[in-house]
């Protein structure tokens, strides 16, 4: 490895602790905004660590008029311990993103109310009565404004950092900016396009029943290749500035309001990953529903908004998106002059056509990878853990393993949305041979 290429220590590590309840208390108290918007004396202050993520601590604080969250940035994988360390820098990326996402997606992200960077530490506002979106999906509740809130914030964080939109020096300056975050791109590197198709000591999946499956997964070739090529065109597209982790744990909201959190892996990467990521949870929610059922055919409306949601995420964020690349082609990509006239405008109208139609080929290879990843690899989410009877989280799982792997191998079969929300329809009615 150059020197060049060498991992710096973290330069931060010396001021660093972690902030316990009294420490966490006495610190807000010397933050004058932070002191302010809680109200009150700081000893009346109550803090509780609600934090359920894989990754850091997260502290709801609340005084006499009002609320903040605190987050931060533990030294080592929270979901694994200490043998496992990660950088505290993440902290500043993920302060760069949220600062970065408010300016050009205003209202769909928390407000930044002081960082320390030192201690890996951000302050937000808290978000109340919001709650985690994977949370209401498990509970079969709907959410209006969700396609709206997440496609504007999908299509303008995208496009607005994209070299569509943005000048190629101030483009490379952004990729610049985050290229540090190295460490959590490598997690998602191993645990999304790596270890679920190997051995690989964390990797877990519901037993005995997804035993063969797996096994199945490890052996097939066709499924080695597709994944390599979404792994490389993780490592080695910086399309747009991506979130990097946009599950639905990442997405907080209320039937009528959305904020995405989280953005700790951010970087320039493909902007499929993020799409994909969106979709691919909600087409989870929708296949574990069926798990979650009290009696027969009881979330039937709730999934038919699920798939409906699906379509519409990628409708939607694709006509905003191409509306932004007819208003705001403010980038060094396609000049202008080349396209001139009635007839280059025709062209460059069938271009964007074809552009949306690679992204969404690019949507449904990591929408599949998330589903796998979720049901072979190290973190599983909700949706499908919450279901008790472990064969019938089994059933459910193997249907969405088996729909994400078509989706990945058999790419031709699915070149709309229609076509996927379809399969995910047909899929819902597969009996595993184990199940029947
Ligand atoms: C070890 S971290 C596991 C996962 O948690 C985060 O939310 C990311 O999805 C990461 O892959
Ligand atoms: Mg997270």
Redesign the pocket.
Known sequence: MSSQHRPLADPRQDEYRILHEADLRDYLAGVPAVAARLGGAPAAWSISEVGD???NLVFIVKGTSGGVAVKQALPY????GES?P?PLSRSHYEYLALTHQARLAPGLVPAVLHHNEPLALVVMELLEPHIIMRKGLVAGTRYPRFVDDITTFLARTLYLSSDLAVPAAEKKDGIAAFAGNHA?CK??ED??FTDPYRVAEQNRWTQPWLDATAAAFREDLDLHVAISQLKLKFLNAPEALIHG?L?T??IMVTESATIVI?PE?AFYGPMGFDIGAVIGNLLMAYLASVGHERAPGDRRDFEAWVLETVENVWTEFARKFLELWRTQAGGDAYPKTLFAGDAGAVRLDAERQAYMERLFSDTMGFAAAKII?RIL???HNIDFELIEDPKRRAICEARSLRLARAMMVDAASFRTIGAVTAAAQEVREWQPDFAK
């Open positions: 993520g894989n990754l994988v929270r979901l694994v496992w990660l959590l997690i998602t645990l999304i982790d599950h744990g990442s989280d892996f990843r690899g190290l973190a």
